[in-house]
């Protein structure tokens, strides 16, 4: 199996993932050091179109990639793809600094526009979630993207040079915001978007939210909640707990927010108002859904790299064979699955029926595995998720299977999710 690495050199911090890849699937490889695949350089701080970026700035680039290179060494990987944004778009010396890395370390860098930076991550959501019509918000540094998705297919896009830096550069939000700097603020960004001729006729079914703003969006409310899941993909908000968000901490100070436990320390300076900006942009366009991403642009590089432009039909069916791929148990699958149908399929809904799909997977797992093994599946699946499934669908699908889960986690569904496991288990679909 293949492995490969993708750095994104964004304006605020670098990433870098390292995946194993064959055919159609990919695996993200765990890297347990933080420093070994993110680092906060902050390129695009202070830096106006054309500006140079600093020799200490330079430096601190060579110092973060030469570690990550040395972490691709040990990892064993066979190709690095490296990606910049912005903020190497932005700087007079942009492209110096790119052959300086390819020369000093080897590592050789794409810059990618604002249009291929919107491509890709409209690529790693295509590929990772179910959903038809979407707008794709993606909040970097120093610019964001916005993707109108209909019927899965990329139909508008635009990069707007805007993003949790300069934004902050250049109201000088990173301490509190009161009345009047958040009105002024709203009021800049509802005329930039009022520029964007198509976001005001687009129709929806939620924004999907990418990029470290939006992941912190989502860190914060779990933990506020207690949600019992660690899962990022497909964690989702309602317009009112954003605004609320917003609410507790635009009075609170830089300083009083890095005391705030649920609220990465790295963020605190520049979170506020890039969360504004996500408030305006789902009153702009009437939108009360909001759901979290963990992929983008990185994501949309290896499926690039995999599927070469080609959108996989059915996200479910194809994360249900690799599950079924690495368990080895695809024959008895179908089998079981027919089996299941016959007994109830004509009483389904589509999504029920992708339910119990899911579900029909996860007890041929359970029969084929000891509790060991059983206890490793289930932590593996509380940290990846499903794709192409909620949460909830995720948990009903392991209940309905016969899974021993702890009560916490069933918190998460509703009093109809209850009610439709407990008909669906009254089935005996699952005989041992």
């Known amino acids: 199996m293949e492995r490969i690495a993708v750095i994104d050199i964004g ?31 902050r390129l695009g701080a202070n830096l106006q179109q054309g500006d140079y970026i600093k020799l200490e700035k330079i430096q601190e680039i060579m110092t973060v990639l030469t570690r990550f290179q040395h972490v691709t060494i040990r ?6 793809f490296c990606v910049a944004t912005e903020a190497l778009r932005r700087a007079a010396n942009g492209q110096e600094i790119i052959q300086l890395i390819k020369e ?14 919107a491509y890709l991550g409209y690529y790693s959501i295509v590929n990772s979630f179910a959903l038809d019509n979407y707008l794709m918000v993606d909040i970097g540094g120093s610019s964001t993207e916005l993707v109108y998705v209909s019927n899965r297919e990329m ?3 635009i990069s707007l040079p805007v993003g949790s ?9 990173t301490n509190t915001i009161d009345d009047q700097l958040g009105m002024e603020m709203t009021q800049s960004f509802t005329a930039m978007l009022d520029c964007v001729e198509w976001l005001k006729d687009i129709e929806i079914d939620a924004i999907i939210g990418v990029g470290g703003t939006m992941r912190t969006i989502g860190k914060y409310d779990r933990a506020k909640k207690h949600y019992p899941l660690p899962i990022q993909h497909n964690y989702s908000l309602t317009f009112e707990r954003v605004q609320a968000i917003f609410g507790e901490l635009r009075t609170l100070t830089e300083q009083e927010r890095l005391e705030v436990e649920e609220l990465p ?21 009437q939108n009360k859904q909001l759901i979290l991403s963990k992929h983008g642009l990185r994501e949309g590089v290896v499926w690039d790299y995999l599927l070469h432009g080609k959108v996989c039909e059915n996200i479910l069916e194809r994360d249900i064979e690799q599950l079924l791929n690495e368990h080895a148990l695809s024959e008895l699958y179908q089998q079981r699955l027919t089996e299941v149908f016959a007994a109830c399929q004509s009483m389904l809904t ?13 007890n041929l797992k359970k029969q084929y595995s000891d509790g060991k093994q059983t206890k490793k599946f289930l932590k593996y699946l509380f940290s990846r998720g499903i794709f192409g499934m909620t949460h909830q669908q995720m948990m009903m699908a392991l209940l309905i299977a016969g899974y021993n889960v702890d009560d916490k986690y069933k918190r998460i569904l509703t009093d109809s999710d209850h009610a439709f496991v407990l008909h669906m288990k009254s089935l005996n679909l699952f005989r041992e």
Do not use: W
């Open 265 to 285: 320390k790295k963020r605190a300076a520049i979170f506020p108002s890039a969360l504004l900006f996500v408030v305006t942009i789902m009153d702009y366009v």
């Open 75 to 80: 990892n064993k990987v066979s190709k690095i």
């Open 350 to 362: 589509t999504e029920e029926v992708d339910v119990i799909k899911l579900a029909t997977l996860f």
């Open 155 to 157: 139909k508008q896009s």
């Open 11 to 41: 304006s605020n911090s670098f990433h870098m993932i390292i995946c194993e890849v064959s055919g159609n699937y990919f695996n993200p490889v765990k890297i347990v050091n933080d420093n070994d695949y993110k680092a906060y350089v």
């Open 165 to 173: 830096l300069n934004i902050c550069d250049r109201f000088q939000s």
């Open 104 to 117: 000093q370390i080897g590592i050789e860098v794409e810059l990618i526009s604002g249009q291929q930076e």
